[in-house]
């Protein structure tokens, strides 16, 4: 009898240590789900604003692009339709496919970077007597596949292949914009663009952030919002945007496989430098706007230029884009005036601030000098003398060309500007094509932490409550 009241006992103590460890189980099951709902809700709180933010509000940059007469639908759709194509056409013509330029320079701030450290970036000089008399000594290059002398891979090494057309000389004026290198003949050569294009080279790490700094913090200094004066802010919006420009074409054709030559766009560098930051898509903007307007501002001289390489055929096609690009009716009508200039320089402190500005622009000229790689050299001075030949045209003494004071121009700036608003313009529709395909990219994105969240807690959830279910059971 007392063995079967034990026996009871003991059923009875079992039975409501196991009632009690249910009561607990539940309580440490409810603090589990308490904590894992806690969890969740902040996780995917936290994550709703981070989709890309150029993308939140359907990407699409609308309205007038800030201090220009033009809003950014209207860019896009004339360059789409006929600046782009006019100017795709016009820089493969002998006049603008060839640019005079002095590669081997010395480096006025850094000594140790006159000359390109880069094995990719050299170029073997092979002897006079094998090129034209008439290009005045400037050095041939190798060809494409032949690579003894650079001793590497040739994506930064210029090309410097000619062929039997001669230019006309033109005038050689002084631009107090730029550092000018035309006079020195003895060191210039002509480069043929369409077999250099401005593409990836592998020059990167501390000298080329070196040029940008520079650039920046002692030529071009990012003042805050409300402290700087207007042609400042210009000044700063031009670089941003040529920076912008050619960061787009480094992506746009990028080496995606060394090993296969392969050559394409890198979507994932595009965005990590230019687009996911809309001030510097406004830049690029800005700076196309800039440059469109000093083009159609001197078309009284670029109409009556000569484009004579000794090509008849080829320099009246280059003749005819040019007034077509000039006098287009549909730009005329969508932008007549993409940028004014008369607002700027006003006041007493116009001209000292003009000079100040002009200083600061001839400084990141001669940082062209010190780029340690030969092709962003080039690329590097033809852009920045386009640059600064668009200053030269929009900011004359007085803002209009008198019948004293005309307008002169060098081929080389002609050469240059037209290049530059070329890549400026292929830049834009590059912008144009990628947003939307990046639009939806970063949304999928956007939407993969919460998704693999709740998978993962689906999971932790079954695993963690099976297993404490199991245990209460036996």
């Known amino acids: 009898m007392v063995e079967e009241t034990e026996v009871n006992e003991l059923k009875k103590t079992e039975n409501e240590k196991r009632r009690s460890g249910w009561k607990l189980g539940r309580s440490a099951i409810g603090a589990i789900l308490v904590l894992m709902i806690a969890f969740g809700v902040t996780f995917l709180y936290t994550q709703k604003g981070k989709s890309c933010p150029c993308f939140q509000d359907s990407r699409k940059y609308t309205g007038i692009v800030e201090d220009c007469c033009c809003d950014y639908e209207t860019v896009d759709t004339i360059n789409g339709a006929v600046l782009h194509p006019l100017l795709q056409g016009l820089v493969t013509t002998p006049f603008f496919r060839y640019f005079k330029v002095k590669l081997w320079c010395d480096c006025p701030f850094w000594p140790d970077d006159g000359m390109c450290k880069l094995r990719d970036c050299s170029v073997c000089e092979c002897p006079e007597n094998e090129f034209p008399e008439s290009f005045r000594r400037p050095p041939l290059g190798l060809a494409a596949d032949d690579l003894k002398c650079q001793e590497g ?135 196309f706007l800039f440059v469109l307007r000093a083009v159609t501002k001197a078309k009284d001289y ?29 730009l005329q009508a969508a932008c007549p005036v993409p940028f004014d200039e008369a607002k700027l320089w006003k006041g007493q402190s116009g001209p000292e601030l003009k000079q100040q500005i002009q200083k600061q622009f001839r400084n990141i000229s001669a940082l062209m000098d010190c780029v340690g790689c030969e092709k962003c050299r080039l690329w590097g001075k033809l852009q920045v003398l386009g640059l600064g030949t668009a200053l030269k045209i929009l900011f004359s003494v007085d803002g209009e060309y008198r019948h004293d004071q005309h307008l002169q121009l060098q081929r080389n700036e002609v050469i240059a500007l037209v290049n530059l608003l070329n890549r400026l313009s292929e830049s834009i529709k590059l912008v144009q094509e990628m947003s939307p395909t990046f639009e939806k990219t970063m949304k999928g994105l956007s939407l993969q932490p919460a998704a693999k969240f709740i998978s993962s807690w689906n999971r932790l959830l079954k695993a963690v409550l099976g297993d404490r279910l199991r245990k209460l059971t036996l």
């Open 153 to 287: 891979k040739p994506e930064a090494a210029v090309d410097r292949t000619l062929d039997s057309k001669v230019f006309r000389g033109w005038i050689e004026v002084d631009n107090p914009w730029t550092v000018d290198d035309e006079t020195d003949n003895g060191e210039m050569t002509y480069v043929n663009l369409l077999l250099n294009p401005e593409r990836y080279t592998g020059y990167t790490g501390p000298s080329a952030r070196r040029i940008w700094d520079a650039i920046y913090s002692e030529n071009c200094p990012k003042y805050a919002s409300g402290e700087i004066c207007q042609e400042k802010k210009v000044l700063y919006k031009l670089i941003s945007g040529l920076h912008s420009s050619i960061s787009i074409h480094i992506a746009a054709d990028y080496l995606l496989d060394e090993t296969k030559n392969q050559w394409g766009k890198n979507p994932d560098l595009m965005y990590d430098r230019v687009l996911q930051y809309p001030e510097r898509v406004r830049n690029l903007y800005f700076t």
């Open 302 to 330: 670029l109409e009556q230029a000569e484009y004579d390489t000794g090509n008849p055929e080829e320099d009246l096609k280059a003749q005819s884009l040019i007034r077509q690009l000039l006098y287009n009716p549909k």
